[in-house]
């Protein structure tokens, strides 16, 4: 079992930075692919980005590709999502999420694929 913490969220304007993170607490972080979920008002929540085990394998959304960047410190058992030249339609709620694999350098972009989740940050994005 893991518990996610996420943080790092707040208000920024258009075209500004964040750099989320995603503290994990629990056993064998290096077990767990990892991914960043987000949901805006109204809407279903979207995949933004995954990681393997290893780090050496991410993938991320169409939507936020070439202006996130999703990484990992297993030493930390922590997760990043460095986010630049963010949109107002980047406002959302960010998660973070693991997910149990055998395999080192798969991930999975399907929310149903996650086993655990933190409990959420804001990113608000002003134009």
């Known amino acids: 079992q893991v518990q996610l913490v996420e943080s790092g969220g707040g208000l920024v304007q258009a075209g500004g930075s964040l750099r989320l993170s995603c503290a994990a607490f629990?056993?064998?972080?290096?077990?767990?692919?990892m991914g960043w979920f987000r949901q805006a008002p109204g809407k279903e929540r979207e995949f933004v980005a995954a990681?393997?085990?290893?780090?050496?394998?991410?993938d991320y959304a169409d939507s936020v590709k070439g202006r996130f960047t999703i990484s990992r410190d297993n030493a930390k058992s922590t997760v990043y999502l460095q986010m630049n030249s963010l949109k107002p339609e980047d406002t959302a709620v960010y998660y973070c999420?693991?997910?149990?694999?055998?395999?080192?350098?798969?991930?999975?972009?399907?929310?149903?694929?996650?086993?655990?989740w933190g409990q959420g940050t804001q990113v608000t994005v002003s134009s």
């Open positions: 990681i393997s085990r290893s780090g050496g394998n991410t």
């Open positions: 999420a693991a997910e149990i694999t055998y395999s080192r350098g798969t991930y999975s972009k399907t929310f149903g694929d996650y086993d655990y």
């Open positions: 629990g056993s064998m972080f290096s077990m767990y692919a």
